[in-house]
């Protein structure tokens, strides 16, 4: 039995609007032709490119083939295929996920493929699509007779959305599960959207649009590194934030500052103006603002290890960031 990952009941999450319209794309058409601009060409590619993107779904197959169609493959000098290119499977849910593998392409082609056995138990399958790609189709081939179900829903099925640069959108993580993002949802068992964009996060007001459009339940705004200046920063930080107040009053959002402090230009002054977003939103009377300081993601000892390229965390790094995430996050979603 052959299946698409179009076909149900196999569900896909991390694509905002893929149960209407079927596409594979974190950002619309519409919104990407209004900020894809000159300066920026590469924004086209990466708005639609599906980091975050998993598919899912329950059998009692004991024979399970999962085959990967790409769009398009594109090395990067800072991460292996296994993470760029590679769509990574598991069995099970949350925190009970069991690594089986990867779907890993070669190094100039376009499909990849990974075939494993499990019990005759109906599990879980959770397929991880890869972080720089733009997927254009993944068939799913099981044990003829064998039966077929939606997924498990996750605990929390409202998304959380996780907005910022490279980081959010998981470089330079060995792995895609290794990102932060993908760790704070397995162990706490929620939906998200990755709108992570590398080297292009600059505090769009069209995507604070777009992201109050998809109702999260938490907003993850992680805006710091991209911005080219202090100044620019200063300029659009706040302003972002209070386009998501006046259409979210009551969105929970994180505000976080960038892990890699000591080697960021005006590190001390971004800080400041972050701090103050959330400062001055607690003064008018927020309640739904947290603020974690970016200097606490590595630790104090052997922060050294923690990336690598002096910007980018490895897994440690990555593995550090979402400790210190996962208890204010734990907390905010509790309270939903």
Avoid at 11 to 27: A, C, D, I, Q, T
Avoid at 97 to 112: H, I, Q, R, S
Avoid at 148 to 161: D, F, G, L, N, S
Wanted: with cysteine; charged share 25%.
């Amino acid at each position: 039995m052959k299946l698409s990952i179009f076909e149900s009941p196999i569900k896909v999450y991390g694509v905002p609007n893929f149960e209407k319209n079927k596409k594979l794309e974190r950002f619309p058409e519409d919104l990407r032709k209004k900020l894809t601009y000159p300066e920026n060409t590469l924004l086209e590619h990466l708005m639609t490119r599906t980091t975050g993107a998993r598919a899912a779904f329950r059998t009692n197959s004991e024979n399970i083939k999962i085959e990967m169609k790409l769009k398009t493959l594109e090395h990067d000098a800072g991460m292996s295929k296994f993470s760029c290119s590679s769509a990574a499977v598991y069995t099970g849910r949350g925190e009970s996920l069991t690594y089986k593998g990867l779907a890993v392409p070669g190094f100039n082609d376009m499909t990849g493929d990974i075939s494993f056995t499990k019990s005759k138990d109906t599990e879980d399958i959770m397929i991880f699509f890869p972080r720089n790609e733009i997927v254009e189709n993944i068939i799913i081939t099981l044990d003829d007779g064998a039966e077929i179900y939606a997924p498990t829903p996750y605990k929390y099925e409202k998304p959380v959305i996780f907005f910022g640069s490279s980081i959010t959108e998981g470089g330079h993580a060995a792995l895609v599960t290794n990102a932060y993002t993908a760790l704070l949802s397995r162990w706490l068992d929620f939906e998200y959207y990755n709108f992570g964009l590398s080297g292009s996060c600059r505090g769009q007001l069209e995507i604070g649009e777009y992201i109050c459009s998809l109702d999260p339940s938490v907003l993850v705004y992680d805006y710091d590194h991209n911005a080219p200046t202090a100044e620019f920063l200063e300029n659009t930080h706040e302003r972002f934030f209070k386009l998501i107040r006046e259409k979210k009053p009551f969105l929970p959002v994180i505000f976080m500052t960038a892990p890699n402090y000591e080697h960021m230009p005006e590190a001390d002054r971004r800080i400041e103006i972050i701090k103050t977003t959330y400062e001055n939103a607690k003064k008018s009377g927020d309640k739904n603002v947290y603020f974690i300081d970016g200097k606490s993601f590595f630790g104090e000892d052997e922060r050294e290890f923690c990336t690598t390229d002096t910007t980018h965390p490895n897994d440690l790094g990555f593995h550090r960031m979402a400790k210190v995430i996962e208890p204010v996050l734990k907390g905010i979603l509790e309270k939903l």
